[in-house]
Nanobody, 114 residues
Framework: VQLVESGGGLVQPGGSLRPSCAAS????????MGWYRQAPGKQREMVAR???????NYADSVKGRFTISRDNAKNTVYLQMNSLKPEDTAVYYC?????????WGQGTQVTVSS
């Protein structure tokens, strides 16, 4: 299974982006799908996750600005990012967690700069 992210890019502060992550095939028994990010010189951190029961959680730094959603028919998870700030600049990775495996994408760069 491959996870392919797209939709990153360069945006001005206050702008929006909506990266997406598509799986190459249906993944059974998903526990959670999520987005993580890693800025230069920092550890990877959780940004948002959505669980099989419908529960979602977000990092405090993005609450109220980012929204995670999924389209099971398309095997795709999205991250709507609004009111972007320079500190949101990072490589964003998607992840799919099952009982047996954790799948990771290659990452998409998001740069917030004027």
């Amino acid at each position: 299974v491959q996870l392919v992210e797209s939709g990153g890019g360069l945006v001005q502060p206050g702008g929006s982006l909506r990266p997406s992550c598509a799986a190459s095939r249906r993944i059974p028994n998903i526990d959670a799908m999520g987005w993580y990010r890693q800025a230069p010189g920092k550890q990877r951190e959780m940004v948002a996750r959505t669980f099989s029961g419908g529960y979602t959680n977000y990092a405090d730094s993005v609450k109220g600005r980012f929204t995670i959603s999924r389209d099971n028919a398309k095997n795709t998870v999205y991250l709507q990012m609004n009111s972007l700030k320079p500190e949101d600049t990072a490589v964003y990775y998607c992840s799919v967690t099952t009982m047996k495996y954790d799948y990771w994408g290659q990452g998409t760069q998001v740069t917030v700069s004027s």
